[in-house]
């Protein structure tokens, strides 16, 4: 029998990639979108999935689960803003709480059980049990909060995945490596810190199959209701990853060290205290993951 799966996020980068693995695995896959999400990157999906759109109210979720009827949840969907303005609060706020909110409260209602949910490593600024990089990260954390409720007045059981520093192939977001890669390609100057932040980069096959393997721990009902880092196990300093580009590629980047000052709470050391998840570790080292990403 096909498993029924229900994505948030899924045409964003990570969450395009796990909707074609799911695929692939033979799953009936099902899509919240927005009126004007960009399908880009599930272009080569359409016609195998099945969409629902979310109109900013309870009833289109509730409508979604109902045609649905998913076996899991993934919910991959955020607003990120590494630095946040008063004009971006109601976004972050709606689009990371509210929405997922009415996600939970539609799960309750429908009797639909298992959640993995995707949290990130920055909700723990300088290896503290909880401590918000950031406004996004506080977001993510609330909304934790929000699970723990409807899980302790429901069937839900939850598994949530933190995520480092994904990157890989179609991954146009405009953060770190795409920066990177448009060095590379247009030798086009950069300028940055010191470099001496150290990251933890966790190719997006390997992220999504953190997901794949979450969910077999909730099916086997192995694990509920915990956290898991979702990490390479090792760090590389901006710096340094730009020497390894350029290793990889022969060429000198333009990249200009020290131009630019530190973000305020700046993560310099990624949090590491977390707990591993079971049956899972990474396939895609950190060199073949850059050439996958550079060469695509």
Aim: glycine share 4%; with cysteine; net charge negative.
């Amino acid at each position: 029998m096909k498993i029924n799966a229900l994505i948030t996020g899924g045409s964003g980068f990570v969450g395009s990639h796990l909707v074609k693995k799911l695929l692939t695995l033979n799953y009936n896959v099902h899509v919240i979108i927005l009126p004007d999400s960009n399908l880009d990157l599930l272009k080569e999906c359409i016609g195998k999935i099945t969409l629902h759109q979310y109109n900013h109210d309870y009833s289109s979720i509730d409508r979604a689960m109902i045609a649905s009827k998913p076996d899991i949840v993934f919910h991959l969907a955020s607003v990120f803003i590494s630095q946040h303005k008063d004009s971006d609060i109601e976004n972050l706020i709606s689009s990371n709480i509210l929405f997922g909110t009415y996600l939970l409260e539609a799960m309750t209602n429908n009797n639909v059980a298992h959640l993995i949910n995707t949290g990130t490593s920055w909700q723990h600024y300088e290896n503290k049990n909880y401590s918000p990089v950031n406004l996004y990260a506080a977001t993510k954390q609330a909304f934790e909060d929000v699970i723990k409720y409807y899980s302790e007045i429901s069937a839900i059981k939850v598994i949530h995945l933190k995520l480092f520093d994904t990157y890989g192939k179609n991954d146009q977001r405009p953060k770190l490596m795409k920066l990177l890669k448009n060095c590379v390609q247009n030798n086009q100057q950069l300028e940055m810190s010191e470099g001496d932040q150290l990251l933890d980069m966790v190719y997006v096959d390997d992220v999504v199959s953190a997901f794949i393997c979450a969910h077999e721990l909730l099916i086997e009902d192995q694990i509920s209701n915990e956290s898991f880092g979702v990490s390479s196990g090792e760090r590389i300093s901006l710096k340094n990853l730009v020497f390894k580009i350029n290793e990889i590629t022969g060429k000198e980047l333009p990249v200009i060290f020290g131009a630019r000052p530190y973000r305020n709470r700046e993560v310099m050391e990624p949090w590491d205290t977390f707990k591993k998840l079971p049956n899972w570790s990474i396939s895609i080292n950190l060199t073949d993951g850059l050439k996958n990403y550079l060469y695509e």
